[in-house]
């Protein structure tokens, strides 16, 4: 089982930006595909964003796409979600998860997942 450690939440305003890190240990980080998924208070987890193991493949929500961008430091161990433009409606707790592949990630069916870390975006 590999560990996930979220971390970068925080409070910020309306149109502020906000890097969010997840830190995997294990030694075998690059063979797995990485990614996010939010939950906002009374609502279902969503997905936010994901990357393949080698980096090269990207996916991202419709209510993300263009504001956020996922990336991935296979020699440091993290992932990274850099949140730009950020909304009143981006308040929610950011979850890393980690999967063999990408569509697992995608659709949340990973066992593995972080602790989360809270973001709230003021209007």
């Known amino acids: 089982q590999v560990q996930l450690v979220e971390s970068g939440g925080g409070l910020v305003q309306a149109g502020d930006s906000l890097r969010l890190s997840c830190a995997a240990s294990?030694?075998?980080?690059?063979?797995?595909?990485m990614g996010w998924f939010r939950q906002a208070p009374g609502k279902e987890r969503e997905f936010v964003a994901a990357?393949?193991?080698?980096?090269?493949?990207?996916y991202y929500a419709d209510s993300v796409k263009g504001r956020f961008t996922i990336s991935r430091d296979n020699a440091k161990n993290t992932v990274n979600l850099q949140m730009n433009s950020l909304k009143p409606e981006d308040t929610a707790v950011y979850y890393c998860?980690?999967?063999?592949?990408?569509?697992?990630?995608?659709?949340?069916?990973?066992?593995?997942w972080g602790k989360g870390t809270l973001v709230i975006v003021s209007s």
């Open positions: 998860l980690i999967a063999i592949q990408a569509q697992q990630v995608v659709a949340g069916t990973s066992t593995n």
């Open positions: 990357v393949s193991a080698s980096g090269g493949s990207t």
């Open positions: 294990g030694r075998t980080f690059s063979r797995y595909a």
